[in-house]
């Protein structure tokens, strides 16, 4: 009566064993991305991580917080053990140019994602979403939802980070241009809840009138639509993002969703990492753009982990 039980311990066994071997024929491939902290680099994360997973590799996941002397050690840590590739979503568009020559040099291709860097030709891909594009989609929303009238705060994410400014530049290319609101504050609160709650007290106290705000995420969002009765648009496309809108029905009425995890599953995929590390070459390369999609209470209930649902 034992025997059934052990044929199957041994051929799950064999099974695992076999997926250990595959995982190191594949080799291992390093997750770098900021603080986990935030939903959106955890999602990638965990995205790039399922991938690889998928296709057989093992895996070193770690987080920079944005600090690139701990971006770069990082790095160094991946060459040592001969990381086959690096993903990384990377913690300065000047910083990073020197860490990943390096790798690059050691025979260790950087697949960026989600943010640039300001040279070219050094990694195999940049995967990154359409800011400008996501940009103009929140801007066309919040001058809907506004009547095209009134006075607006901006709240700019890092100054030092390129994203920051291709959504301002997007927001303000549709606000400036084709609507009559009037901004009346434009502060950095770099991307942080803490930062934003505080600019809005300050700008609130000179500007109490403003009924609406534009944010450059959504954590710096969160904070601006607990502070007054405003309409408030964001961008990233988080769950909690979500949970504000559909159920709670707080103030932050739409965000734009930048697909992070599907950039990180790409980054990993056939078509990019796995298909350069099996085929000696890129199939595609260079900067790659991902179109972004706006959520609101029309499809919201489909967004899940900056994934939108079929």
């Known amino acids: 009566m034992t025997r059934p039980l052990i044929k199957m311990t041994l051929l799950a066994s064999i099974i695992a064993f076999s997926s250990s071997v595959l995982a190191a024929e594949s080799g291992m491939l390093a997750i770098i991305t900021p603080s986990h902290d935030n939903p959106f680099f955890k999602a990638e994360a965990e995205g790039a991580l399922a991938k690889a997973k998928e296709l057989g590799y093992t895996t070193l996941v770690a987080s920079h917080d944005d600090n690139v002397n701990k971006q770069n050690q990082l790095i160094k840590t991946a060459i040592a053990r001969k990381a086959k590739a690096i993903i990384l979503d990377n913690a300065g568009a000047d910083a990073t140019v020197g860490p990943v020559q390096k790798a690059k040099d050691a025979g260790s291709p950087t697949f960026l994602i989600d943010r640039e860097i300001n040279k070219t030709g050094i990694v195999v891909a940049q995967i990154v979403s359409n800011n400008y594009q996501g940009a103009q989609l929140g801007a066309e929303k919040f001058d809907k939802l506004l ?163 079929k």
């Not at 697909?259 to 056939?270: L, N, R």
Request: proline share 1%; glycine share 10%.
């Open 147 to 309: 009547g095209g009238k009134g006075d607006y705060v901006e709240l700019l994410g890092k100054e030092s980070d390129t994203n920051a400014g291709v959504r301002s530049q997007g927001y303000h290319d549709v606000l400036d241009d084709y609507s009559e609101m009037k901004i009346v504050a434009q502060q950095s609160a770099n991307w942080s809840q803490t930062e934003a709650f505080s600019r809005m007290e300050t700008i609130l106290q000179k500007h109490p009138n403003i009924v609406g705000v534009i944010s450059g995420n959504n954590t710096m969002a969160l904070k601006a639509a607990g502070k007054t009765a405003v309409i408030v648009v964001g961008f990233d496309g988080s769950d909690y993002t979500r949970d504000s809108m559909i159920i709670n029905k707080g103030n932050i009425k739409a965000t734009v969703l930048q697909p992070g995890w599907d950039q990180a599953q790409m980054a990993v995929s056939h078509s990019q990492a796995d298909y350069y590390l099996k085929n000696g070459k890129a199939q595609k390369e260079g900067k790659q753009l991902m179109d972004c999609v706006l959520i609101d209470d029309s499809n919201a209930a489909r967004l899940k982990n900056f994934n939108l649902a």
